[in-house]
């Protein structure tokens, strides 16, 4: 039986993150004091005492959300995966927990990652939904039937599946869903069209940043968002982390796929539980954790 460790993404950061490690572990201070340097701006001052709105811009909240999950993990003496996972963002705290990037090198990847979503945001008015209540197929004939770009997005769990393109496209598909029984269809306050066609221009900006990156070998399997499964090979790992920028992620089905694959209990690392909660969706009797 296997432990799997699980990495979650934008929207689990909140005021005060990290604080408690970077005052427990002097590894925690250094990694954390270096992420200033790495970025250019104090990621720590907005981590410890930002507001809401200040953790919520992309180029804040994603590398606020890897620096404090991947400190929680290395900085964990109970710390021994044997696969991990992560939700979008997640990947990369997942790879550096695992051994392929290095602390630096997954940061600053993150960072040129928000930077380019947020481009790539800004140059067409796009969001999210959260569907609530349907079956993934239901879901994905109302996106293909509806005018203009709007598809699956995030399958988090059974019965909830985000929907992902413009903003006209989303809308109109959020009420088709209702039609059909949706307990809620509901658009998210995020600054743009993730996992979608419309995160091409970032996907070519990323993929330059990944090719110039060293990647090491894995310690363990990482389940990737892009198909689900679990990988060892490095060219595999940096096509698939390109890929996940225009591609949904998969979560129900990682879950699913380590689960069969021994997994015996999941813990998550970093902000939030919002992880738990899912895996505890897939699978009722697993048995989850968290480290923060």
């Known amino acids: 039986m296997s432990k799997a460790y699980v990495f979650p993404g934008q929207g689990a950061q909140f005021s005060g993150m990290g604080k408690e490690l970077y005052e427990s572990h002097s590894s925690a201070k250094e990694l954390i004091d270096q992420s200033n340097d790495i970025l250019g701006f104090d990621i720590k001052n907005i981590m410890f005492s930002g507001s809401d709105e200040e953790l919520k811009q992309t180029k804040v909240t994603q590398p606020a959300v890897f ?96 929907i992902s393109g413009e903003i006209d496209a989303v809308n109109a598909a959020c009420e088709k869903l209702k039609e059909e029984g949706a307990k809620r269809a509901l658009v998210l306050p995020v600054g743009g069209a993730f996992h979608s066609p419309l995160m091409q221009p970032a996907r070519e900006e990323l993929a330059e ?14 389940y990737q968002n892009v198909d689900a499964k679990g990988y060892t090979d490095v060219e595999t790992i940096k096509k698939n982390l390109v ?50």
């Open 67 to 162: 620096i404090h999950s991947v400190v929680a993990a290395l900085t964990s003496e109970d710390f021994k995966p044997e696969m991990v996972a992560g939700h979008s963002l997640g990947e990369f705290s997942a790879l550096v927990a695992n051994g392929v990037l290095s602390f630096q090198d997954g940061l600053s990847l993150v960072s040129k990652r928000a930077s380019a979503m947020q481009k790539a945001c800004e140059m067409q008015a796009s969001t999210m939904a959260a569907v609530l209540g349907l079956t993934d197929e239901m879901v994905e004939r109302v996106c293909k039937e509806t005018p203009g770009v709007v598809v699956a997005a995030n399958y988090n769990c059974p019965g909830q599946l985000v």
């Open 209 to 222: 940043a990944i090719q110039d990156t060293s990647f090491s070998t894995p310690n363990c399997p990482v």
């Open 243 to 292: 890929l996940q920028l225009t591609s949904p992620v998969r979560w129900t089905q990682s879950v699913q796929n380590m689960i069969s694959d021994g997994a015996s209990s999941f813990t998550e690392c970093g902000p939030g539980k919002v992880l738990q909660g899912l895996v505890k969706k897939v699978d009722r009797e697993m048995v989850v954790f968290g480290i923060s």
